[in-house]
């Protein structure tokens, strides 16, 4: 991932080697941030008992208390560089749009585990036509006899190009596939389309007859 970086002059957080007309300070490479945010994700959405976060039932915890308990009770020798500023960095720039802060708390947008029992109120996407979801060869058979199912998440999770769907699949093996599926089928059999993100939609369930096509992005 990029380096962040902050602005002298005005203090933004940044990509950018240069803002306002002057070189901006390095606070966080790109190997830590891609830690920190893999960490991050995984305790806002898996596990917060982790480290003792006291987690509301919208998801949202302090991020003053994240902070300390990453320091403190995760791995105090790695994580003794940590600050607030680092974390709101990593949240405000996300490529992926994972984290959102409010009034000094921060949670997962979307991916929690069933477990948590979070409930986000996410609004309802009733205009997209096309949505994609990146599999394996070897999980198709099952998927296409009984459908995509959100497993041990709350959600299903969409996205809205193939590309994104082929990212996500080649995390789980070389054997990438894409499924195409209709969003109006998805409707018709009483499953809602909502919306985390700007690149992320979510559903409890997609039924077999909903996935349109597969795209192998090899052929």
């Given at each position: 991932?990029?380096n962040?970086?902050?602005?002298?002059i005005?203090g933004?957080l940044?990509?950018?080697?240069?803002h306002c007309g002057?070189?901006t300070?390095?606070?966080?490479?790109?190997?830590?941030?891609?830690?920190?945010?893999r960490l991050?994700?995984y305790?806002?959405?898996h596990?917060?008992?982790?480290?003792?976060?006291?987690?509301?039932?919208?998801g949202?915890?302090?991020i003053?208390?994240?902070?300390d308990?990453?320091?403190?009770?995760?791995n105090?020798?790695?994580?003794?560089?940590?600050?607030k500023?680092?974390v709101?960095?990593?949240?405000?720039?996300?490529?992926?749009?994972?984290?959102?802060?409010r009034?000094?708390?921060?949670?997962?947008?979307y991916?929690?585990?069933?477990?948590l029992?979070?409930?986000?109120?996410y609004?309802?996407?009733?205009?997209?036509k096309?949505?994609y979801?990146?599999t394996t060869?070897?999980?198709?058979?099952?998927?296409?006899?009984?459908g995509?199912?959100?497993?041990?998440?709350?959600?299903?999770?969409?996205v809205?190009n193939p590309?994104e769907?082929?990212?996500?699949?080649i995390r789980?093996?070389?054997?990438?596939?894409i499924?195409r599926?209709?969003?109006?089928?998805?409707?018709?059999?009483?499953?809602?389309?909502?919306?985390?993100?700007?690149?992320?939609?979510?559903?409890n369930?997609v039924?077999p007859q909903?996935?349109?096509?597969?795209?192998?992005?090899?052929?």
């Amino acid at each position: 991932m990029r380096n962040i970086y902050k602005c002298t002059i005005c203090g933004a957080l940044t990509e950018d080697v240069m803002h306002c007309g002057v070189q901006t300070r390095l606070i966080l490479d790109g190997g830590l941030r891609s830690k920190l945010g893999r960490l991050m994700t995984y305790l806002l959405r898996h596990n917060p008992g982790a480290i003792g976060l006291a987690m509301d039932h919208e998801g949202w915890v302090s991020i003053d208390e994240l902070v300390d308990a990453v320091r403190t009770r995760w791995n105090p020798k790695a994580y003794s560089w940590l600050t607030k500023e680092h974390v709101i960095a990593i949240a405000l720039l996300d490529p992926k749009g994972r984290f959102e802060m409010r009034n000094g708390m921060i949670r997962a947008r979307y991916g929690h585990n069933k477990s948590l029992n979070v409930n986000i109120k996410y609004e309802i996407d009733d205009a997209v036509k096309t949505l994609y979801h990146g599999t394996t060869k070897e999980a198709l058979t099952r998927i296409m006899r009984e459908g995509i199912k959100p497993m041990n998440r709350k959600y299903v999770h969409l996205v809205l190009n193939p590309e994104e769907a082929y990212e996500v699949a080649i995390r789980h093996g070389n054997d990438a596939v894409i499924l195409r599926i209709s969003a109006d089928c998805l409707r018709k059999n009483g499953q809602q389309v909502l919306i985390a993100t700007d690149r992320i939609r979510l559903t409890n369930y997609v039924p077999p007859q909903c996935i349109e096509s597969v795209i192998n992005p090899r052929s």
